[in-house]
T-cell receptor, first 112, second 115 residues
Framework: EPEVTQTPSHQVTQMGQEVILRCVPI?????FYWYRQILGQKVEFLVS??????SEKSEIFDDQFSVERPDGSNFTLKIRSTKLEDSAMYFC???WGTGELFFGEGSRLTVL | AQSVTQPDIHITVSEGASLELRCNYS??????LFWYVQSPGQGLQLLLK??????LVQGIKGFEAEFKRSQSSFNLRKPSVHWSDAAEYFC?????????????FGTGTQLKVEL
């Protein structure tokens, strides 16, 4: 069964460092998302991406964040200069438009 | 703006007992509704979804949920809980129109199963 895959599963970084989280969405999907879950809190929407551009972003998704789909299969989230409060589980999701999102297993980011 | 409320932060049930997890939503029309389950250290797995039609929907692992428009609720149920059901459960809403294409999640209910 097709699935969304994310790498790395866990990344530890120093504050101020750049981080790139990678996702391979399901191949025929058209809409791509990043969500974040800070430990003990609810899952929050960060950004949605369609037709090679951001379609919607939350207030969390500031200038430190960027997304791109560089090669038609990968979908990446970049955090330019990480802060302690960026420590969270980051989930990638995709859908072909039915409304049902398929989530990856997440990338845990720890900022020290 | 839409919102999802899960009033129970923690629930403990005995194995074999029935389970109901509550979910209420706020949205100006009938939304798409989902229940996801998250085991420790794992991703989000879709249990079931409601788009339209029959208000009682069946999902995986023996779960079902009932959409009640009058109560703006979408409660999750299971007649007999197994120890492996211990996990965190999230209710989520997707607007049909006007709310973009993003899911809004509730804060989750942590389920503990006593043997």
């Amino acid at each position: 069964e097709p699935e969304v895959t994310q790498t790395p599963s866990h990344q530890v970084t120093q504050m101020g460092q750049e981080v790139i989280l990678r996702c391979v969405p399901i191949s025929n999907h058209l809409y791509f998302y990043w969500y974040r879950q800070i430990l003990g809190q609810k899952v929050e929407f960060l950004v949605s991406f369609y037709n090679n551009e951001i379609s919607e972003k939350s207030e969390i998704f500031d200038d430190q964040f960027s997304v791109e789909r560089p090669d038609g299969s990968n979908f990446t989230l970049k955090i330019r200069s990480t802060k302690l409060e960026d420590s969270a589980m980051y989930f990638c999701a995709s859908t072909w438009g039915t409304g049902e999102l398929f989530f990856g297993e997440g990338s845990r980011l720890t900022v020290l | 703006a839409q919102s999802v409320t899960q009033p129970d932060i923690h629930i403990t049930v005995s194995e074999g007992a029935s389970l109901e997890l509550r979910c209420n939503y706020s949205y100006g029309a009938t939304p798409y509704l989902f229940w996801y389950v998250q085991s420790p250290g794992q991703g989000l797995q879709l249990l079931l979804k409601y788009f339209s039609g029959d208000t009682l929907v069946q999902g995986i692992k023996g779960f079902e949920a009932e959409f009640k428009r009058s109560q703006s609720s979408f409660n999750l149920r299971k007649p007999s809980v197994h120890w492996s059901d211990a996990a965190e459960y999230f209710c989520a809403l997707l607007p049909i129109t006007g709310g973009g294409n993003k899911l809004t999640f509730g804060t989750g209910t942590q389920l503990k199963v006593e043997l």
